[in-house]
């Protein structure tokens, strides 16, 4: 079996299903992670038999975790071509103290956001480095311009930051990284002081990211920023 394999981390939903889905009708293997494992077989065996579709309950935030999902999907399917570190989670905030979640709560966001891409990064990537393979990272349109209050803004900031620390430290590598920054989406995660906004479908995200991949070996395409149309530039 020669087909190429695709990682997908928040794979069980929004985002991260959408583009499994996709990534499964383009031809790859898929692998999944989240936490929620009866959520995440539920989804993974809609998608797929055993052959085509792996889930690996996975919690980005643990380095443990994270080095068993990159040791299974290997075990599974023997190579890892393409890889979409997408898990994450949005609180509302206020530094003034003006409403938002308890700090108590902050470190969860900051870890899941920052710490679970840049530890999936660093269990996948000489698994990429062997096949040339592509690293695509979830930020945010809220990582490009200053949201009042926002930690989760500051968090898509630093994957920003993180994709182009990653790029920078590749090059030579053949491994290819882009940086994907939605606008908003619907999905589970947006606030409920934002349903009413316009919003993108998840599948119109997904379709951005196979985009990328799906470019010859010799094209990086390093950025993409996709908002619905009528999106305020910094919301
Ligand atoms: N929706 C938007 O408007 C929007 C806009 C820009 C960027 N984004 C970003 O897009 C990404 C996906 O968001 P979404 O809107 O698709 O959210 P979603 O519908 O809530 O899905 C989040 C996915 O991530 C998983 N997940 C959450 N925390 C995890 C963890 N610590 N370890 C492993 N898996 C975890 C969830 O499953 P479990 O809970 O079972 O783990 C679920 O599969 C996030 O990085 C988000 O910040 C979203």
Redesign the pocket.
């Known amino acids: 079996m020669t087909d190429p394999v695709f990682l997908v ?9 959408a583009t499994a889905q996709l990534a499964v009708d383009a031809g790859y293997r898929v692998v999944l ?4 494992a009866d ?2 077989a539920a989804f993974a065996a809609g998608l797929g038999g055993p052959d085509r579709v792996v889930d690996v309950p ?4 643990d380095w443990t975790q994270v080095t068993e999902l990159v040791s299974r999907a290997e075990q599974a399917f023997g190579r890892i071509d393409a890889v979409f570190a ?5 609180l509302t905030t206020s530094f003034l103290g003006a409403g938002g979640e308890s700090p108590q709560r902050w470190r969860d966001m900051v ?3 920052v710490c ?1 891409p840049a530890l999936t990064s660093r269990a996948v990537l000489p698994a990429l480095v062997r096949t040339g393979g592509h690293l695509v990272l ?5 990582g490009r311009g200053v949201r009042p209050g926002s930690l ?1 803004s500051a968090t ?1 900031w630093a994957v920003t930051g993180l994709a182009q620390a990653i790029r920078a430290e590749c090059v030579g590598t053949g491994v290819r990284v882009t940086l994907i ?10 606030p409920a002081d934002r349903r009413d906004d316009p ?2 479908e ?1 599948h119109d ?1 997904a379709r951005a990211v196979l985009y990328a991949v799906g470019q010859p070996a010799t094209v990086d395409i390093n950025e993409i920023i996709i908002r619905p149309v009528g999106q305020h530039a910094y919301r």
């Open positions: 981390t928040g794979g069980s939903g929004g985002l991260g299903a992670a989240a936490r929620d959520r995440l996975c919690d980005v935030g997408n898990a994450g989670m949005s870890v899941t956001n679970g979830t930020g945010s349109a809220s989760y898509k920054q939605p606008g908003l989406v619907d999905t589970a995660a947006i919003k993108l998840p995200v």
